[in-house]
Structures are given as structure tokens and as C-alpha cells.
């Protein structure tokens, strides 16, 4: 049986086509739908298929969710150069803005937020795998929401591989959101 969480969880996954947002939204929804009564997945890209903007928006919750798209979220992941002063104005005060500052080079000017600079691309590509970068972002997500356990991620990345073309990455998959959790978990704020 599934622990249950009073947390309210809502979080954007903002970047570009191929960044893994969709991967991102579909995963962190299936893993919410085991601990939160209600969850949304509202997915938004682009037609354009690889470098389009796209985004998706997962809303987790005890309570029914009045509307599965917002304005703000607690927590913003970007990884869209173009996109980030928007993302920057879309965390709710006292929020997580999560960058993979590999491709996005700006910082944040908001002082109201805390923010985690996470070369999430950079180091998938050095291991090899550069299609982990959404689970290394998706591992600091956890370690720095805490919006629940990531057994209940790994038991959804292996529910949801098995039998299909992703199996084949789900260690390096796993390893990554682990270097996720490692990166916030040893976190040293860095200099303006």
C-alpha cells in the first residue's frame, strides 16, 4: 500500500522539444497517482517535434484540483534558454526554480525563490547516456520537494520500461536520478 502525502504538489517541466518534458511529465504523474488522490498532466509543446518550446504541468493532490493549468507553480524545471525569464516569473514566491544552467547560462534575478543551478545535460553526456538529463533533473526534484520517496519513482520507471524500447536504459535511467538527489542533497550555493 501506497504512503499517502498532504503535500500539494505543482511543478512545470519547461524546456525544449527532445529535453524529455513529456518523459518527465508522464513519469512523475504515473509515480504521483501512488501516493495523492487526485493528480493532472497537462502536456503543451509545439508543433514543431525536436526544439520547440514545450512544457508540461503535473498537479498532485489530496483535495480535488480546481483547475489542472496555473499560472504559477511551486516548482519550475527549465531547461530552455528562450523560456527561462518566464519560468523565472512563474515560480510562486517562496518556490524552487530548478535550471540545467549546461544550456541555460542566464541566473535568476528573484530573490523570493530558491534556485538550483544543476548541469543536469552536461554530466549525461559525460556518462554516456545524454537521454538521462530529465531524470537527473528529475532526482533533484525529489531530494529538494521531498514530495515523495524515489523508491516510488524507481518502482514506476521499472512499471512503466518493462517490455518496451526504454528498458534497455533503465539502470543508467536510475543512476541518473540518483546523481539528482546526490547533486541536491551536496548542494553548495554558488557565487553571483
Not at 49 to 68: K, N, Y
Not at 113 to 124: G, L, S, T
Not at 134 to 152: D, H, R, S, W
Request: glycine share 8%.
Amino acid at each position: 500500500m501506497a504512503v499517502k502525502y498532504d503535500k500539494r504538489v505543482r511543478v512545470i517541466f519547461a524546456g525544449l522539444g527532445g529535453h524529455g518534458a513529456l518523459a518527465f511529465g508522464e513519469l512523475l504523474t504515473e509515480a504521483a497517482a501512488r501516493s495523492y488522490k487526485y493528480v493532472s498532466f497537462v502536456p503543451n509543446y509545439s508543433p514543431m517535434m525536436r526544439g520547440g518550446e514545450s512544457e508540461t504541468m503535473i498537479a498532485a493532490s489530496q483535495e480535488e484540483i480546481d483547475s489542472p493549468v496555473w499560472r504559477e507553480a511551486d516548482v519550475i524545471i527549465v531547461t530552455s534558454p528562450t523560456g527561462f525569464r518566464v519560468a523565472e516569473q512563474r515560480v510562486s514566491p517562496g518556490g524552487i526554480l530548478i535550471v540545467d544552467d549546461s544550456v541555460v547560462r542566464e541566473k535568476a534575478e528573484r530573490e523570493d525563490i530558491k534556485v538550483f543551478y544543476i548541469p543536469a545535460r552536461r554530466i549525461a553526456c559525460e556518462t554516456g547516456d545524454p537521454l538521462t538529463a530529465n531524470f537527473i533533473l528529475m532526482g533533484a526534484y525529489l531530494e529538494a520537494t521531498k514530495a515523495f520517496p524515489v523508491e516510488i519513482l524507481e518502482e514506476t520507471i521499472e512499471s512503466t520500461s518493462k517490455g518496451t524500447s526504454r528498458e534497455r536504459l533503465l539502470s543508467a535511467n536510475k543512476r541518473a536520478l540518483h546523481e539528482g538527489i546526490n547533486l541536491i542533497a551536496n548542494y553548495k550555493e554558488q557565487p553571483l
